[in-house]
Structures are given as C-alpha cells and as structure tokens.
C-alpha cells in the first residue's frame, strides 16, 4: 500500500476527481443497501433479532476467556490442534512453521479478513510461499496487485471491463471480452487447478462454538469447502472474539448475516468444520492482535461483537462515494475507522473524523454496535492523546474562548464578521476548501440578537 | 398551559439566518408561549466537541446553563445543537441543572408535535417541498422512522407540513440519505462532502421540488452553498419559516438582506 502516507481526506480527493466512477460505485453499493432492507422487511421480527444477537455477543465478550478456553477443550477433544497468536506476527510465523513443516512452497487460501488484517499474504510471498486467493473478488484484486476495498465485496470498485482487462493479462482470455459468465468460467477453470494441485489450504472463520469445539466458514462460491476437503491440512485462521456460547445460538447469526451483507437469505454455503477427516491435519489458530485492548477500552469493546457483514459500508455515504481504499486499512468503512485506532492511533487518526457521525451505520448493523457514538468518543480520544494538528488545536482554542465570553462574541462586529473570519466553513478566503465547489450567504444587515434587542427588548429585564 | 420558553438560536442562525429565528420566536409566540431570547447566549459547544475537543467546551456549557437554567423549556430551530446539548451538556458546578437542561430542551418540530400537540396551523405555501431528513434530528432526536430500521413509518415535520395550506411534499429516491455537511467535515472532506451534497441536491431537483426544507439550517446552508454555485432555481427554506408563511407578521428573507 504505497498511499498509506496520505490521509482519507487526500484519497477520497483522488477517488472523486472521477465523478462518474463515484457514482457508479455510490450507486451499486446503495442497491446492496437496498437488497438489504428488502431482504430484513421478510423477517417478522428482524429488530428483536438484531437485539438477540447483540445481547448473545455481549454475553460472549463479557466471558471471552471461559468461552476460549471451553472453546480449545472441545476442539483439542476434537482433533484439532489449536494455536494461540498475540499478533499478527506471531500469527504468520505460527502459519509459515506449518506450511515449512509439510514443505509446501504452494497454498490456496479462501476468504479471510483477518489474514488481511495480519497482512499474510505478504508475509508468505517474502519468505516464497505462493498463496493464491480462491474467492473470485479477492482473486480478482490479487491479479490487480491490490487490497480489498470491501470486506464481502472485495473488488466492487472494479468494472467488469478492468476485470477482462486483467483476466485477459494474467489467465489469457481474449480481449475486449468482459463478459461476467464467460470471465467466471475461465476464473473457475484457472482456480480448478489450483484446488486440485496445493496440499494445504487456508480458511477464515465465521463462527466457532465454545460448546462443541466446530467451526463455521460461510461463503457464496463454495471455495472455502472445495480447499478444505481437498487438501491433507486445512489451517483456519480466527479473531478471538468469532466465538459464540452454544451452537443453538448460531441460527441467530445466520439469519443476520446473510440479510445484512448482500440481502439473500442465507449465505449459499456455511459449512460446520468439527474433524479432521481421516489422514487429515486440521489446525486453528486463534488471533488477539489487539483485541483484548479493545476489549479493556469499556467506550469501544462493543466494537468486538462485529460480524463483518458490512452492512455498515453499503449504507455509509462517505464510504460510498470515498471507496474503500481511502481508509488505508484492511477493514474499512465505518467498523472499520473504530477498529483501526486500537492498532495504530497514530496512523489512523484520520479515519474516525471521515465521517458525518449520520448514524445510518449504527442503525443497519446487525449486532447494534453504536459505531457512530465510538466514532465521536474515538475523535476525543484521538485529540486527548495529542494527535490533533497543532494549528487545529490553536483554532479550537480561540473559538471556544470566544464562545465562552458573550461580551467578545457580540462586540467582534456586525452580525457574521467574526463568524467568517473564525468558524472552519465559513472563514472567508478563497483558501478555505468550502468555497472550492460552494458559496456562502452574505452576512445579513443585522443578526438575530441585533433585530431582538430593537425589537423585543422589553422581554429581557 | 402557561410556558415559559427560552430560545435558544444556534450562533450562524444568529449571525446568517436571522429570519429563520424570527419566524421561530413568532411561532412559538403565536401558540400562547411566553419567549425569551437570553442576549448572552452564544454556542451550544458542538463545533468544538465534534471535532474531538469536548474537553474544551467546559465554558460553553457553564454559559448554556446560566442562560437557561431557568426555563419550564428551552426550544430551538436546529435539531443538530440540540441533539449535542441532550447528549453532551454536563457540569461539575451545575451538575443537576445541566440534567434538568438535557430533559427540557427540544427542537422546534418535537416541540410543536410532542409538547404543544399542534393540530392546527394558520400557513400558506403553495409550493412544490422536498424534505431533507436531517441526521440528527432524524436518527438522533427520532424526528421520523429511519429507513434503515424495520418499524412503522412516521415523520413528524411531514405531519407538520400537511397542515400548511397549498403545499405539495414531493418523494425522493433517497429519503433519509445524509447531506455532508458534518461540521468541520465540510472543509476538512472537502471533495465527499461536496459530492454528497451535490448528490442530494440532485434527488430534489429531479423530483420537481421548488424549495428543499430541513429542521436543521446547517445542512440547508450546505446545500445553499452548492445551489448557489450551480446557478440553480431550486431554494433552501428552514421549516420554521414554511410553519409560519403567508401571514402578514412574517419578515422574507429580504428584509434582512444586505444586496
């Protein structure tokens, strides 16, 4: 990621000097929302759901040891052998030991947001591992040498044009052919002999069952399965907070997903892991990596009930019209600019201020985070801990001691002077970005205030 | 029901939209609320605090509360200032009078709907309207039923504005979809917010409306800004100033006007 020097602000600014893309991705992304909302109408009771779920999640972050540990007895009874990662790091050495000890130089690997988190696959190309991604969109912007821009739709910001393009340099399609069937066909056959030939295969984890020690990998294009069933070991790579109590509870989720990611009812494959079939090595690691910080933060722990649906991002209009890559980090979107300030504050101190604080995010997300109000506690976070720029700070400073004494306030002149020289949008010079694309009203002949005292004034002993 | 009502007008409705405070104080006038606009107010803090400096707006607060401390109600046309002093407005001094402020201070259309339950209002504004659903009055202060959530609809500065005479609310493709203004958003995400905005703007305008209305002027300044840049026919108009068009004591625009 070459831009991560720059902030969202500035990518955002990149991302909208094409207007027309902007729409296109403003608009596909809306339908998504609105497959949502259609797909949550059919639910009776989708708002006591959502209220289920959360308290479920609340609960398991309330008793996340006891729930880990019953989890690693289960699965260890199981037959599966579990590995604990405090980071990143650790999580792709603990990756790499397994795949140097199967001397396998060769994997595929389905869809994961937290190895993306852990940056593996870098991680593996450095020591000359080839890790092929065998979800169609995260293959897609692997071709393209690029990060996902969503965490279900990982290559919505490419037309299907850049994708024949790409398919037509890297597996040979003939050009000009942008055809979603036929580029499907040829990404499947391509991906076919990837599956038949690697050894070992890595998967994500959507839920894992505290009570019975399975896990769950839900995925549309069933890639997640075909890896895992061919392969002699299945690693799975996990969050610590993907647990859930009991397997009655994972119906709940289900539901939720689904609904809230793409507007279908249930995802097409969601696929229990219990065992290792016969000969089989199933290994499953399980990744802090900040989470148990967040989990200390009381404002933000809620963070942790995420499902990674990202409903959040289809419903956000900054996310819609800025495009994920703005956000500089695995997971973006609004879940993502609270998450992403427990692991680096100072590197992404932008993300929480790329934001209207509108409330639509907090609204559709199927857990109930309040992201928007962790989004207002983040800012003060931020600032408290002196990430703010030192000329920011300065005007905050001169506007609150104004605002503080209504004597300087009403004398500062005629009604909208000090206003325009003070307040951020209204500041009058052709340098103040509100200006670039919009104009600001003339002051009045008089304020409010002014008009009250001529007018009124016998209300105000 | 004798009330005695302290108005509370956000600083740029002071210092930009004079009329919109006007027509607010004439309102709540006409519905037999005794009014006060204290002199020393200034700002709610929300400048400050939405941009992470919260800790700063300690001043802002103990002033907020001296002015209004004593009223049965403080009302004020801007659903975003009053969602920040619901929410926000605390006080180690006034601990208990800063609570008692977060229970008795409403914006102008929850007032009128939920306090003073109008049924009845004498206005006329024979013109094609888009409603703006405000975020903070709409999500925060639950104005109307958000589109996101899946619970019976309801909108109460739509309930309101049926009451007008000759008025005509227009759909839109995008009911509740967020205008970018933000705050310091607005300079600091320059190109979105724009293009947000821009977006809404369009929705309207393709609607057929003549005037877009909000309970909140910051946003409508926002899109002002852009409809004035674009050159386009279509205007901002603050709800307070459609729930009390039409009658003689209504001050426009221009009487403020400097042109």
Redesign the interface.
């Known amino acids: 990621m070459s831009a991560n020097h720059k902030d969202?602000?500035a990518l955002?600014?990149q991302?909208?000097k094409d207007?027309q893309r902007?729409d296109w991705h403003?608009q596909t992304l809306?339908w998504v929302r609105q497959k949502r909302?259609k797909a949550?109408?059919q639910?009776a009771d989708?708002?006591q759901l959502r209220e289920t779920a959360s308290a479920i999640k609340n609960n398991t972050l309330s008793r996340l040891s006891e729930y880990l540990e019953q989890f690693e007895e289960q699965a260890t009874r199981n037959g599966v052998t579990i590995h604990w990662a405090a980071d990143a790091q650790e999580h792709n050495e603990i990756v790499t030991a397994l795949l140097r000890k199967h001397k396998v130089d060769k994997i595929v690997k389905s869809k994961s947001m937290l190895t993306e988190e852990c940056h593996l696959n870098d991680h593996l190309e450095q020591q000359g591992i080839e890790v092929v991604d065998t979800d169609l969109g995260e293959r897609i912007v692997q071709l393209a040498g690029e990060p996902p821009s969503h965490i279900v739709l990982p290559c919505i910001h490419k037309k299907k044009e850049e994708i024949g393009e790409l398919f037509h340099r890297h597996l040979g399609t003939p050009e000009g052919n942008a055809d979603p069937q036929f580029l499907t066909r040829a990404a499947r056959l391509h991906l076919r002999e990837k599956f038949l030939t690697r050894r070992i295969a890595i998967t994500g984890v959507n839920f894992a069952i505290a009570e019975t020690g399975e896990f769950v990998v839900c995925t549309n294009e069933g890639n997640a399965d075909m890896g895992a069933h061919l392969a002699d070991v299945h690693i799975a790579c996990m969050g610590i907070e993907k647990i859930i109590p009991e397997r009655r509870h994972l119906g709940v989720f289900l539901r939720l997903l689904a609904r809230s990611a793409t507007g279908q009812p249930i995802t097409t494959y969601s696929s229990h892991f219990r065992r290792p079939r016969k000969g089989q090595e199933m290994h499953l690691v399980l990744v802090d990596n900040g989470r148990s910080v967040q989990l200390g933060r009381e404002a933000f722990r809620n963070s942790l009930k995420c499902i990674r649906c990202g409903a959040c991002m289809n419903?956000c209009?900054?996310y819609r019209?800025?495009g994920g890559h703005s956000y500089h980090t695995a997971i973006a979107g609004p879940i993502g600019a609270i998450l992403a300030p427990n692991l680096d504050m100072k590197k992404y101190a932008d993300l929480p201020?790329?934001?209207?604080?509108?409330?639509?995010c907090?609204?559709?997300c199927p857990v109930k985070i309040d992201i928007h109000d962790q989004l207002?506690k983040w800012?003060?976070v931020?600032?408290?801990e002196g990430n703010?720029p030192v000329a920011?700070?300065a005007s905050?400073?001169a506007?609150?001691?104004?605002?503080?004494?209504?004597s300087v306030?009403?004398t500062a002149g005629k009604?909208?002077r000090?206003?325009m020289q003070n307040?951020?949008?209204?500041v009058n010079n052709r340098l103040?970005?509100?200006y670039?694309?919009?104009?600001?009203?003339?002051?009045?002949?008089?304020?409010?205030?002014e008009?009250?005292?001529k007018n009124?004034s016998d209300?105000?002993k | 029901m004798f009330m005695r009502v302290g108005l509370f007008?956000p600083?740029?409705?002071?210092?930009?939209?004079?009329?919109v405070?006007?027509a607010t104080?004439q309102i709540l006038e006409r519905s037999g609320c005794e009014?006060?606009?204290?002199?020393?107010?200034?700002?709610c803090?929300q400048?400050?605090?939405?941009?992470?400096?919260?800790?700063?707006?300690?001043?802002?607060n103990?002033?907020f509360i001296k002015n209004f401390a004593e009223f049965d109600y403080i009302v004020s046309p801007s659903g975003s200032c009053v969602l920040h002093i619901k929410d926000h407005l605390h006080s180690d001094q006034a601990a208990a009078p800063a609570l008692a402020i977060r229970s008795k201070i409403y914006e102008l259309v929850e007032f009128l709907t939920d306090i003073l339950r109008i049924e009845k209002i004498e206005a006329r504004f024979p013109h094609k309207v888009g409603v703006h659903q405000s975020?903070?009055g709409q999500?925060?202060l639950k104005l109307s039923q958000?589109?996101?959530?899946?619970?019976p609809a309801f909108s109460k500065p739509e309930r309101l504005l049926k009451l007008v005479e000759g008025i005509e609310l227009i759909e839109l493709d995008?009911k509740?979809?967020?205008c970018?203004?933000?705050?310091?958003?607005?300079?600091?995400?320059?190109?979105?917010?724009?293009?947000?905005?821009?977006?809404r703007v369009t929705d309207h305008t393709l609607h057929g409306a003549e005037y877009i209305t909000a309970a909140d002027m910051s946003c409508l300044?926002?899109l002002?800004?852009?409809l004035?840049?674009q050159q386009s026919p279509l205007k901002v108009i603050h709800i307070a100033e459609i729930l009390n068009a039409g009658r003689q004591e209504s001050p426009s625009p221009d009487k403020?006007?400097?042109?």
């Open positions: 969202h602000a955002a600014g991302f909208n207007e902007v403003d809306w909302d949550a109408h639910v989708w708002e419903t209009p900054v019209k800025s201020f790329a934001s209207t604080l509108c409330g639509s907090s609204n559709v207002y800012r003060q931020i600032v408290q703010a920011k700070k905050m400073q506007m609150n001691w104004v605002l503080s004494h209504p306030y009403h009604a909208g000090w206003f307040i951020p949008f209204a103040n970005p509100w670039k694309q919009r104009d600001m009203p003339a002051p009045p002949k008089e304020s409010f205030g008009w009250y005292k009124k209300k105000n | 007008i600083c740029y409705i002071d210092q930009f939209y004079p009329q405070a006007v104080l009014v006060v606009y204290p002199l020393k107010q200034t700002c803090g400048p400050m605090a939405n941009s992470g400096f919260e800790h700063l707006t300690g001043g802002c103990e002033l975020c903070h999500r925060g958000m589109t996101e959530l899946m619970a995008r509740d979809e967020c970018g203004f933000g705050g310091t958003f607005c300079v600091a995400e320059e190109a979105v917010s724009v293009k947000m905005g821009k977006d300044m926002h002002e800004g852009i004035e840049r403020f006007s400097n042109a």
